[in-house]
């Protein structure tokens, strides 16, 4: 079974590169019949693309301390081992889901984890290249959240396995070519649900944090549905489809509000509370 979770991996990124090709060419497509602004859009969908150059340098790491954390971490510290069932795997995925939710919401409620996630916020276009589009920090923040999986039991692999299928699932919502879906945007993450989460719109803001299920966001408040189309991208006035400038949009910012704090107080508020938190005077 731990044998078959290592290609089924592996399968799974293959299945996502697939979808995000054949949705992203009619994507490039309908905007050059459409002539809907397709050079702007071409750019922002290089940009886009582009933020795979730092993620995947830094994955060449993140990757292997986090496959040495995991397996030491199952091996001598975790107290019962899960059986590897298909049982298991489903609650695995469920668990995966649910920690996917948390590792989500925070990402946009702690400036220091935003200043990664804002990266694949700051597309002002929503197509399928938004999929891709990662900060450089995600992954070991993705990876200390969900180690908990493995104190309870998961095997690694299967811990692994849970954790990209949540993350492939979402390749194909990251689109306009597809609209509502009735019933299945109530219980499921789709297009229109995640057109929300990506939308600047007052009402959008923080709302579908979400991987393959709705249920969380239902559970803790913060589903909303889709009622007009989403204005892209954050909430800040941020335009730009320089390479540099979207992996680093945020850190500019926080790297002036540090340098001016006063106590250590600021500097922690700065770094740990919500983006755009500011001392009281």
């Known amino acids: ?10 399968r799974m990124d293959s299945l996502s590169l697939l979808v995000a090709v ?25 940009a ?10 830094g994955e060449l790491f993140f990757t292997t301390a986090t496959v040495i954390v995991y397996f030491t971490v199952y091996e001598f510290v975790t107290p019962l081992a899960i059986p590897v069932t298909v049982g298991t795997l489903v609650l695995a995925l469920i668990a995966a889901d649910f920690v996917y939710y948390w590792e989500h919401r925070l990402a946009h409620q702690i400036r220091l984890l935003w200043i990664s996630h804002a990266v694949h916020h700051s597309a002002r276009v929503m197509n399928t290249a938004v999929a ?14 969900h180690l908990p999986l493995i104190l309870i039991g998961f095997h690694p ?13 979402q ?17 499921f993450n789709s297009p229109a649900n995640h057109r929300v989460h990506h939308g600047c719109d007052a009402k959008y803001l923080d709302r579908n944090y979400g991987g393959i299920l709705m249920l969380w966001d239902r559970l803790f408040g913060t589903y909303q549905a889709e009622e007009e189309t989403p204005r892209y991208g954050l909430a800040r006035d941020f335009d730009s489809v320089n390479p540099l400038k979207v992996w680093f949009s945020e850190y500019p910012a926080l790297l002036r509000d540090l340098a001016a704090a006063r106590s250590f107080a600021e500097v922690r508020g700065y770094l740990f509370k919500r983006p755009g938190w500011r001392p009281s005077s």
């Open 171 to 187: 390749t194909w919502i990251h689109t306009e070519l597809i609209g509502k879906l009735g019933v299945f945007d109530k219980v």
């Open 1 to 10: 079974m731990l044998e078959m979770m290592e290609a089924w991996i592996l």
């Open 157 to 169: 692999l299967v811990v692994f396995a849970a954790q990209v299928a949540v993350l492939v699932y």
């Open 22 to 46: 054949a949705l992203l060419s009619v994507e490039t497509v309908k905007d050059l019949i459409l002539r809907h602004q397709p050079g702007k859009r071409f750019l922002e969908t290089l």
């Open 48 to 57: 886009s693309l582009s933020t795979q150059i730092p993620y995947i340098l």
């Open 132 to 145: 891709f589009r990662f900060g450089f920090f995600e992954s070991p923040w993705a990876a200390l959240i």
